[in-house]
């Protein structure tokens, strides 16, 4: 009797101070809000010229992106894309032929998380180049595979819309790091 007594007490108390550290964040858990990373992408431009014609075009380019954490399930953050070469696009409305050389974009934005490891946003910002810059509106998708507490792999997938001039696509790979 005085055995099973003192299991049951020993397994109300494991019970209850389980509780307790639920409440509490562990040391390990994630306490990190923010987030930067490095990623390699290419940017599909549907207006491209090549060779006089119109045609899809494919260029590399490189992602930095810092985000900050504000929920669990919100962030905003600053992302910034090089494309690394220089290439010629149809504008949309006058239909005359630029050169774009090397265009950076920088664009704040906000995303949800609806599910663990998955985020959707949206945000505007501006594509800078020697000769012209445009205002741009960017929707993405992002999916981050975690290989340790401070480290994930960010997939993401990005639609850039240049306010009237033309509009990229991207599909990146990269990584980063939670502190």
Do not use: C
């Amino acid at each position: 009797m005085k055995a099973s007594k003192t299991i049951i007490a020993i397994l109300l108390m494991l019970i209850h101070t389980s509780k307790i550290s639920a409440q509490e964040p562990m040391e390990n858990e994630k306490s990190a809000r923010h987030s930067i990373g490095i990623s390699i992408a290419h940017a599909h431009i549907s207006q491209g010229i090549q060779d006089g014609d119109r045609k899809w075009i494919t260029e590399p380019s490189f992602l930095l992106d810092y985000n900050f954490e504000l929920t669990s399930r919100w962030i905003i953050g600053i992302h910034t894309d090089l494309v690394l070469q220089t290439f010629e696009i149809k504008k949309i409305l006058d239909e005359s032929v630029i050169e774009r050389s090397n265009p950076l974009s920088v664009v704040a934005v906000a995303g949800f998380k609806p599910v663990e490891y998955w985020t959707v946003f949206v945000g505007g910002g501006i594509e800078l180049e020697e000769k012209e810059s445009f205002g741009l509106i960017r929707i993405g998708l992002e999916r981050n595979i975690e290989i340790s507490d401070q480290w994930e792999i960010p997939l993401s997938l990005t639609y850039d819309a240049k306010i009237n001039v033309y509009d990229t696509w991207s599909l990146g790979i990269g990584i980063a790091r939670r502190f």
